[in-house]
């Protein structure tokens, strides 16, 4: 009987907390100037590489502007779905602009609800729920994630994978059960953007292995052989990706500045780390495809050490505080996994991403 009631309480705090999620979201993409008539509902590349302006003329035209294979399922819905509701609207031109904001709102709201119920489910205090669900609304990265854009999905997606996984380590779930939601998940992930696949995938493999002890003679040659693969593919992509419709636009973003500039990767990681929770105020230049005006963290100059202003400063210092507490205990492995993913993202964006032209190998811009 109490098991049930807490079911209950977990999904009455889910649809809350996504409830909640939404209605913000959709709000700020308004406040950010996504708006009929507005640069930001228009064209790309105004708020940051943010491509709202064509996933909004996709709904009202009913075109695919998406990458080829890329966003798959986006690609296909995007124009199509919305495209339907958007013309049942006397004013289609209006409408695509506030159908295409719902939509994203609601998938970041859904992944978001049911990762907090997931929370309320393994014993989470309301006031912790309500705390973390606070911290993340205001982050920076909710400007991205409100967007009208694949971000907003993988935004709501990600957490939702890794809510399943919570459930599964904390005896709510079979393991079972959980490795065919985690399955399709990566599914559904790799059809919104191919890369999001890895962490369902990554979660899949952390279950599987749980309990297991791999013998390192075993293990060093797997880890050896999945390096040498990984080399491999990036120098393939990089000599021949312009041969592939999906291939050729990993090789436009293949900048590799690890190995070129690992000072500035250092930088960069330091960023990366603080920036999507407290982030400095964006500058304004044309470090993108266009050459068109665009918010952007990273000038054609060099990116800054510290842009922090003393509010923010104290604001990432006690971010930084935070992150280090939650990872404290990183032999527990909910938290081991989750270092993986953000050791892995560190290190990934600073061989592979969308950078701007002071970046080593490229001058060409940035896009999607």
């Not at 507005?38 to 709202?52: E, G, K, T, Y």
């Not at 013998?215 to 312009?242: Q, S, T």
Request: aromatic share 12%.
């Amino acid at each position: 009987m109490e098991s049930s009631s807490n079911h209950r309480a977990a999904v009455r705090f889910g649809l809350a907390a996504g409830t909640g999620a939404a209605i913000w979201l959709f709000l700020l993409s308004g406040w950010l100037g996504v708006q009929p008539g507005q640069p930001a509902a228009l064209r790309s590349d105004v708020i940051f590489q943010c491509d709202a302006g064509q996933r909004i003329d996709d709904t009202l035209m009913g075109t695919n502007s998406f990458g080829i294979g890329t966003h798959f399922l986006l690609g296909k819905t995007w124009p199509h779905a919305l495209g339907f509701f958007n013309r049942q609207f006397p004013n289609p031109a209006v409408a695509a602009v506030y159908i295409s904001r719902i939509a994203a709102a609601l998938g970041a709201g859904v992944g978001l609800g049911f990762f907090f119920g997931c929370l309320a489910r393994i014993g989470w205090s309301r006031r912790k729920r309500i705390a973390a669900l606070a911290f993340l609304l205001a982050s920076s990265y909710q400007v991205i994630a409100c967007l009208p854009d694949h971000f907003a999905f993988s935004s709501g997606l990600l957490p939702a994978c890794y809510g399943v996984y919570l459930l599964t380590i904390h005896s709510l779930l079979s393991k079972k059960t959980a490795l065919r939601w985690l399955v399709g998940l990566a599914f559904l992930a790799a059809s919104i953007c191919l890369t999001n696949a890895l962490w369902p995938a990554l979660l899949a493999l952390a279950l599987k292995l749980e309990g297991s002890r791999i013998d390192w003679r075993f293990a060093v040659p797997i880890a050896i052989a999945g390096i040498v693969g990984f080399a491999v593919l990036v120098k393939v992509i990089e000599r021949h990706g312009h041969l592939w419709p999906v291939t050729w636009q990993a090789k436009h973003w293949l900048h590799l500045r690890l190995v070129d500039a690992p000072a500035d990767a250092l930088l960069r990681m330091g960023r990366g780390i603080i920036d999507p929770a407290v982030a400095p105020s964006p500058d304004l230049d044309t470090n993108n495809l266009h050459a068109v005006p665009m918010l952007t963290f990273e000038p054609s100059e060099a990116m800054p050490l510290w842009p922090f202003d003393p509010y923010r400063t104290i604001a990432a210092i006690i971010w930084l505080l935070a992150l280090g507490w939650s990872l404290s205990d990183v032999r527990t492995p909910e938290v081991k996994w989750l270092a993986i993913w953000i050791a892995w993202n560190l290190i990934f964006h600073n061989l592979w991403g969308d950078d701007s032209s002071s970046t080593p190998r490229t001058t060409a811009g940035r896009s999607r």
